[in-house]
């Protein structure tokens, strides 16, 4: 019985060392995935600081910018046809004479 309580404590003491390299190497693992995760942060804010990254989110935007363009151009015309069809259809009501049937 003391054997096996000696190599209960041996094993549980045998743990340690191996606990403590196993979260060192975790740490190291997850320190490196930090480094890699922070130069690639740097990689991309220096990519979009080029003239040439700039030059394209500059012509994304104009491309965007004359499609916003049309489609107001598009309901600006049709709001003026609109309000030509009414501006007709009160100078027709205007020339209906008072009580006939086409006033109704």
């Not at 404590?9 to 060392?17: F, G, L, R, S, Y």
């Not at 363009?69 to 027709?92: C, F, H, M, P, T």
Request: hydrophobic share 55%; no cysteine; charged share 20%.
């Amino acid at each position: 019985m003391l054997a096996k309580a000696a190599a209960y404590i041996a094993a549980q003491t045998a743990a340690w060392p191996m606990l403590v390299v196993t979260l060192l190497i975790v740490a190291a693992i997850g320190a490196l995935v930090a480094i890699i995760a922070l130069v690639v942060a740097a990689f991309k804010a220096f990519a979009a600081s080029t003239p040439e990254a700039k030059l394209k989110a500059a012509q994304e935007e104009s491309s965007r910018l004359s499609e916003e363009l049309n489609k107001a151009k598009e309901a600006s015309d049709s709001l003026k046809s609109s309000i030509e069809g009414y501006d007709a259809a009160v100078a027709k009501m205007k020339t209906l004479t008072k009580g006939t049937e086409e006033y109704r």
